[in-house]
């Protein structure tokens, strides 16, 4: 495993493990459940090759993912891995007593005495009537929970203290202009910062979305305060692993055998300043993917950053949704399935299953295909049709996706393939 030096000059796995998306079962009562048993297997086999960091979340897993990650670390000594978590209080009551019951929890539930990465999470989101910096002040300073924190690294009982960004920039500036102040004052504070980075959010993220931020430039000022690098996001919410086959065959023919997700880690890996690229290996095969990439880590060339520079210009030109399959959004009231909606969309996209020209000789495979596929994944009430437009998800999106309209422009799409009286 390559691995790359912490604040404090330990060694740290390249590869990180994202535990948002464990693998789950049906339990007895008919219930969604995390594996508990797959879960111990996949820790396991990840410790034993190397990877010693571990990033969870208070609302990870619909709240199980820390009890969950704490019941397989717990098995092996607690010197053989670090955990990351966060205050995840974006949803939640802001005030300062929740906020602590939530960190307090986090040490219960992952069965430990000192948590080594802590997080603001998700900082940079509006809510409400709030804008980025009011929302900013009243979750994390207003309240004190940000003194709370400083004084719980000093104790020791958080190693590290970060944030993880999404969103405005005025907030992200904001921050580091705090540590530039701490850092004149003999001080420092932010110990290290997690970001959302890949070879198409690096230039073209502003091309996706005007309220996110390039990646270029979120990575440069970390580098050039020394501030330490948490990568989140290296797939892009997976899709950069389910490339449009075009772009998958220029990867295959320059490395013949390594897989699209294979080039969109290395792509990370292959920045000085990065402690560590996180993914979310719900699967054996994925974690046995991501090992083979970063046991050892094969740095990109010039010439291979400029292959994946031309591959990201083109990918932002399909019209797929930029939804990671985070689940913030989620449970929906109305039950529409958010994020399965839009991976069936991305999906078709990618496999070339839209086509909006009944003259078009492909359309009619490509209305069978997509009809078919939607009907296999999603039942008919979870599908876009179901959306009513309250809108209730879209300030928890982090990729700030106008959901309600997408859900139109998805269910209208659907509705015309449906209309079409032809067999299938």
């Not at 797959?38 to 208070?58: K, R």
């Not at 000594?77 to 602590?100: C, G, M, V």
């Not at 970001?195 to 502003?206: F, P, T």
């Not at 920045?271 to 991501?290: A, F, I, K, Q, R």
Request: hydrophobic share 35%; proline share 5%.
């Amino acid at each position: 495993m390559t691995c790359r030096k912490g604040p404090k000059g330990e060694d740290v796995s390249l590869l990180g493990y994202g535990c948002m998306r464990w693998p789950t079962i049906t339990n007895g009562e008919g219930k969604t459940v995390i594996d508990q048993e797959q879960v111990n297997a996949l820790v396991d086999h990840a410790l034993e090759h190397g990877i010693t960091y571990f990033d969870t979340a208070p609302m990870y897993g619909q709240g199980e993912s820390e009890r969950v990650t704490g019941n397989a670390l717990s098995r092996h000594p607690r010197s053989s891995y670090t955990i990351a978590t966060k205050l995840s209080n974006q949803r939640t009551d802001w005030s300062k007593d929740a906020a602590i019951k939530m960190y307090r929890h986090s040490f219960e539930a992952l069965q430990v005495d000192y948590i080594d990465y802590y997080l603001l999470h998700s900082v940079g989101g509006t809510s409400g009537n709030l804008d980025c910096m009011e929302v900013l002040k009243q979750r994390f300073f207003d309240n004190g929970m940000f003194d709370f924190l400083l004084k719980e690294r000093e104790a020791g009982r958080i190693r590290y203290l970060g944030f993880s960004f999404h969103g405005d920039q005025q907030v992200f500036d904001h921050l580091l202009a705090m540590h530039d102040e701490f850092r004149e004052r003999g001080n420092h504070l932010w110990d290290f910062v997690q970001i959302q980075m890949n070879y198409v959010d690096w230039r073209l993220a502003q091309t996706r979305s005007q309220r996110e931020v390039n990646a270029e430039y979120l990575y440069g000022e970390l580098a050039r305060r020394g501030i330490p690098v948490v990568i989140m996001e290296p797939l892009l919410g997976g899709r950069l692993a389910n490339l449009p086959q075009h772009d998958a065959d220029q990867l295959l023919q320059r490395t013949p055998g390594a897989s699209p997700a294979s080039w969109a880690f290395r792509f990370c890996g292959s920045h000085p300043g990065v402690l560590t690229v996180l993914s979310g290996m719900t699967y054996m095969e994925h974690l046995e993917d991501n090992l083979a990439t970063f046991c050892p880590l094969d740095p990109l060339t010039e010439r291979d950053f400029a292959m994946l520079d031309a591959i990201a210009a083109d990918y932002v030109n399909h019209p797929l949704v930029p939804c990671t399959d985070c689940k913030y959004c989620m449970p929906c009231p109305y039950g529409v399935d958010i994020p399965g909606v839009f991976s069936h969309y991305n999906k078709c996209v990618n496999e070339g299953f839209i086509d909006e020209d009944r003259q078009d000789p492909h359309y009619r495979k490509a209305r069978r295909a997509y009809l078919v596929s939607l009907a296999r994944n999603l039942n008919l009430l979870q599908q876009a049709g179901h959306c009513i437009g309250c809108a209730q998800c879209v300030q928890a999106c982090p990729q700030h996706i106008a959901i309600p309209g997408t859900m139109r422009r998805i269910d209208a799409y659907t509705e015309q393939l449906m209309s079409d009286t032809s067999p299938l």
